[in-house]
Structure formats: C-alpha cells, structure tokens
C-alpha cells in the first residue's frame, strides 16, 4: 500500500500567467486542488517543500494529506505535474484531486517486473516489458505504490498478460488480451554464406576445316 504523505498549501485568490511568475519568482509554485464537484480551488507551494517530497514518494499512487493555510488535512492524489519543457526539473504548475475514503478511484500504477526469467537465464532470450503500468480502481487505502509481477517462470515464447495478473482489492481496466512482459527468442545468426567455388572457364574447341585436317 502506497504511504500517506503531508504537503502544506496556501489559498490564493488571484490567478494568471504574471501571478504564476511572481510566485515562482517568490519561491512557490501555482497548484489547483479540485474534486467531488467542488469549484477547483487556486493555491500555492513551497517550491523546496514540493521537490523533497517528490524525491521521497511515487507522485501517481501516494495520497498526500494536503493542509491548506493550516486548517484540517485534506486526503488528495497528484493528478499532474506540470514541468518547463526547456529545464525539466523545474516544476511550474501542480494538480491535486480530492479523494475520499470510501470512494474508489482510478489511478495509473506502475509495473515493476522481478527476478529472472528461465527464459533469459538458460534459453539466452530477451525480456520485453510491453506495459509499463496498469489503471486499476481502488479504495484509496488500498492503493499500491506498484505492481509487483515475478517473471523468474517466463520461458522464451511465453508472456504473462494482463489476465493473469491480481492486484489485491482493486479491479484492472485494462485490456485482459495485452501481454505485459514476455521472453522473446535469441536473434539468430545469419550463417555464414559458403564460397562459390570457381567455375572453370569452358575449352574452346574449333573444329578443323577439313584442309586443316589433312595438313596434320
């Protein structure tokens, strides 16, 4: 089950591109919280505050209990993450969506594939991951960091799809057909192209003019 995690937030009542700029000018990035059909309310988080807890939790599958200008946490996933598509690592806007308890929700989860395959380990086969996460739905409480898939049985020509696949408490969405990981034959080698052996040139044989003959 993915750990709770707690971000503190500040309202703010004016929006637009030059207030976005003056509060990360200010150390703080522009957020939206929104959810259960309340109106989407703007806020504002410390930038430093936002990067440290990133680096320490799985931003799609983690619900943050989100404290707005002090008052009592609410339960919220990161629905997005907005970046600077010139510096990557910088964050410019964050989206946050409001769950409940009992209510089920449906979240991105990745697939992390362990051990070895028999496949790779004795047949020299390649493992090819085809999906790298699932959409499930799920009780919040019940929402895990990732899928946990052991591929150590996977032989080559072999795949576990997503029908073979259980995640406690929670429904796939995906389609049951599509392969997640499999093990793929060794490429084979071209062999080796035999030399043609040289043909030898034909005898040109001229028959004699019968004079020809008769002179020798």
């Keep these: 089950m993915a750990e709770d995690a707690t971000l503190s937030a500040e309202p703010r009542t004016e929006t637009g591109k030059?207030?976005?700029?003056?509060?990360?000018r200010a150390g703080r990035i522009p957020a939206v919280i929104y959810g259960h059909g309340r109106e989407p309310q703007p806020l504002?988080?410390?930038?430093?505050?936002l990067?440290?807890?990133?680096?320490?939790?799985?931003?799609g599958t983690t619900v943050l209990n989100v404290e707005v200008g002090g008052g009592a946490p609410v339960?919220?996933?990161?629905r997005e993450i907005q970046?600077?598509?010139?510096?990557?690592?910088?964050?410019?806007?964050?989206?946050?969506?409001?769950?409940?308890?009992?209510?089920?929700?449906?979240?991105?989860?990745?697939?992390h594939l362990v051990g070895v395959p028999?496949?790779?380990?004795?047949?020299?086969?390649?493992?090819?991951?085809?999906?790298?996460?699932?959409?499930?739905?799920?009780l919040p409480g019940d929402l895990p960091a990732?899928?946990?898939?052991?591929?150590?049985?996977?032989?080559?020509?072999h795949a576990i799809h997503v029908r073979d696949i259980t995640v406690p408490k929670a429904t796939i969405l995906n389609e049951g057909s599509l392969p997640v990981a499999s093990v793929i034959p060794p490429r084979a080698e071209a062999a080796p192209t035999p030399e043609t052996p040289a043909v030898a040139?034909?005898?040109?044989?001229?028959?004699?003019?019968?004079?020809?003959?008769?002179?020798?």
């Design 18 to 24: 030059g207030v976005a700029r003056s509060l990360r």
């Design 44 to 49: 504002s988080v410390d930038t430093t505050a």
């Design 51 to 59: 990067g440290r807890l990133l680096a320490g939790i799985s931003a």
């Design 75 to 78: 339960r919220a996933l990161i």
């Design 83 to 111: 970046r600077n598509p010139v510096r990557p690592g910088d964050i410019i806007h964050l989206d946050l969506f409001e769950v409940r308890a009992d209510e089920e929700i449906e979240v991105e989860v990745p697939v």
């Design 118 to 138: 028999e496949g790779v380990r004795v047949g020299g086969g390649t493992l090819d991951q085809a999906m790298h996460s699932l959409t499930i739905t799920v």
């Design 146 to 157: 990732s899928i946990e898939l052991d591929v150590s049985a996977l032989t080559i020509g």
């Design 201 to 216: 040139e034909p005898e040109l044989i001229r028959k004699l003019k019968p004079d020809e003959d008769e002179a020798k």
